[in-house]
């Protein structure tokens, strides 16, 4: 498992990740919402919490252990 230190804590990765993952899915959330496709969404609630998990999942893929460098 792949923890960081940080200020002497050691902190889980994913956790990290979960934390950038909430402005990327807030920012993404809001232009949804500017361009008016709430409209189409049946229930709201849930459709933000699966983008969070799709971008949170993004994440975890392009800086996880399994990400190829470039």
Request: some cysteine; proline content about 7%; overall charge positive.
């Amino acid at each position: 498992m792949i923890e960081v230190n940080l200020f002497g804590m050691q902190l889980p990765w994913l956790l990290l990740l979960a934390a950038g993952a909430l402005p990327c899915a807030w920012a993404m959330r809001r232009l949804l919402a500017i361009v008016g496709a709430y409209r189409w969404i049946w229930h709201p609630a849930l459709f933000d919490l699966a983008l969070y998990v799709v971008v949170l999942g993004a994440l975890a893929c392009l800086t996880g252990p399994t990400a190829t460098p470039s």
